[in-house]
């Protein structure tokens, strides 16, 4: 209908209802006369024809503003699914292409080692031997990369379960992951120790995800940490039943945003606030997060500017099974 019929019907069955209550009340007091009603007629169309406008005006706006929504919202749908087919597509070709890479990549690391080794004979020319030892910890170092890079693809395809998941003693696994950074540690002059208490612990995971969540967190807390520093690990039972690991170090730090950029996958820190602050790709704590929740857990990262940094790994009591327990 149009907005000046509307307004005018509206306004009539305004009149009609103010003149009828009028009179009705003038006629049941015994005051009815012809000119209050015209006055009533009067003041009624001067209040509603304002109010009438304004409200079609208000009504017009809303809906304008619903159709608005209504676009925003489709839009917005649409470019969710195109961000998560975007996110599909990307993890399909990281997966694809690091099983591309990783093929000859073997065969470069194969032979590399055996020149280093000579196992095919001696080789005269020791530049030769330094070239082959360069070339064979290249391609492992270029090998770690696109084995973190498939694993992150891995999990957030959804397609990394943990169907292998086996009861193991914990401890063990800790002092091994340690053991093997030692060398990282030696060579940066940081100094590892741990504190892990409840030595009986057992927990119900995959043992090559919790390793790497473990050389992940301390290598990256060497990377940070200078020259004369040290690196903490230690582990304690929650009340709850669960697990904590904790790994202090004595780096630069972060501020809240970096810690949220430092969780993001390829994300690194420009930190100029230490001499250990080393390049890296992005990849250690996002992929150690990612890890430790496919299990249930948390990974939770305390940190100040040049105050060092706690990186709590926490495992849910479901995770968790202690010897004396299954004894009983």
Not at 77 to 98: D, G, H, Q, T, Y
């Amino acid at each position: 209908m149009h907005p000046l019929g509307a307004t005018l019907i509206l306004t009539l069955l305004a009149a009609v209802g103010a003149e009828s209550v009028f009179f009705v009340l003038a006629w049941h007091e015994g005051r009815l006369h012809w000119l209050p009603m015209v006055n009533v007629l009067i003041e009624t169309m001067a209040v509603a024809v304002p109010l009438i406008l304004y409200s079609r005006r208000a009504i017009a706006r809303l809906e304008e503003n619903r159709r608005q929504i209504g676009s925003i919202t489709r839009k917005l749908a649409a470019a969710v699914k195109e961000a998560e087919e975007a996110s599909r597509a990307k993890s399909a070709f990281l997966a694809n292409m690091s099983h591309e890479l990783r093929t000859p990549l073997n065969a470069i690391m194969g032979f590399s080692e055996v020149m280093k080794d000579q196992h095919l004979g001696p080789v005269h020319n020791p530049r030769y031997l330094s070239y082959a030892a360069d070339i064979n910890s290249s391609g492992r170092h270029l090998l770690g990369i696109i084995n973190d890079v498939l694993d992150l693809a891995k999990i957030e395809a959804g397609k990394m379960t943990l169907e292998s998941a086996q009861e193991f003693e914990l401890i063990p696994v800790l002092s091994s992951s340690m053991a093997m950074l030692e060398g990282l540690a030696s060579k940066s002059g940081v100094i590892l120790s741990r504190q892990l208490l409840d030595s009986d612990v057992r927990i119900l995971a995959v043992e090559r995800m919790i390793r790497q969540i473990v050389i992940n967190l301390v290598g990256n807390a060497i990377k940070f940490t200078p020259t004369g520093g040290s690196v903490l690990l230690a582990g304690r039972m929650l009340p709850d039943g669960g697990y904590e690991i904790a790994i202090r170090d004595e780096g630069v730090g972060m501020t809240g945003d970096e810690i949220k950029l430092a969780l993001t996958p390829f994300g690194q820190i420009k930190n100029s606030g230490g001499e250990g602050a080393r390049d890296g790709t992005g990849l250690g704590l996002p992929l150690a997060k990612a890890m430790l929740e496919l299990h249930g857990g948390q990974l939770t990262l305390e940190s100040q500017p040049g105050r060092g940094t706690i990186a709590l790994m926490h495992f849910p009591a479901e995770r968790v099974v202690n010897q004396k327990r299954v004894a009983a």
